[in-house]
């Protein structure tokens, strides 16, 4: 889905500092794509094949499984997209300990909406100038974004609309 639209007149809070990232977090490049959606599952308890229930820091209950990492027909992996396989452990950290939490409806078609909620995380990346992940979920299932990029912060606040149920301190 399209990013979604900032409230009019609203004015956000600055997000939490980025939390440094310990290098031994990444993993090694050059691994199977199983491999590395293996490390993310195992955040979780959970394993290709294998999904778990998660419950996030705003004490929702959360499936986590190996769909994360398909694309959309379900056939082939995704994780190696744009070079964040070897951050997938890093990743997974947008989950089990975000920024903050966001809700709200996003319409998928006239007058068809669904509610979706957002997992944000900024991060400090070793040897990167920034970069934060957006884990979103719907009833169509999970969809990931990251960026590693310098001004990262400013691109999130578009990711932040809604009702925010959680916010690190």
């Known amino acids: 889905p399209p990013p979604p639209a900032a409230l009019p007149g609203i004015r956000l809070p600055p997000l939490p500092a980025p939390a440094a990232v310990d290098p031994k977090r990444i993993l090694p490049a050059g691994l199977k794509d199983e491999a590395y959606v293996k490390a993310f599952l195992g955040e979780f308890g959970a394993d ?55 809700v709200d409806w996003f319409e998928v078609a006239p007058g068809r909406s669904v509610l979706r909620r957002r997992y944000l995380k900024r991060m400090a990346l070793p040897g990167k100038a920034g970069g934060w992940a957006v884990f979103e979920w719907t009833e169509a299932g999970w969809s990931g974004v990251t960026n590693f990029t310098a001004g990262a912060a400013d691109s999130l606040d578009r990711q932040r609309p809604g009702a925010l149920l959680y916010r690190r301190k």
């Open 48 to 102: 290709i094949g294998r999904p778990a229930a998660f419950r996030d820091a705003a004490g929702h209950a959360i499936a986590v499984g190996e769909e994360l990492f398909k694309d959309r027909a379900g056939s082939a992996w995704k994780v190696s997209k744009m070079g964040r396989a070897p951050h997938v452990r890093v990743l997974a950290d947008a989950l089990k300990d975000p920024d903050e939490i966001w």
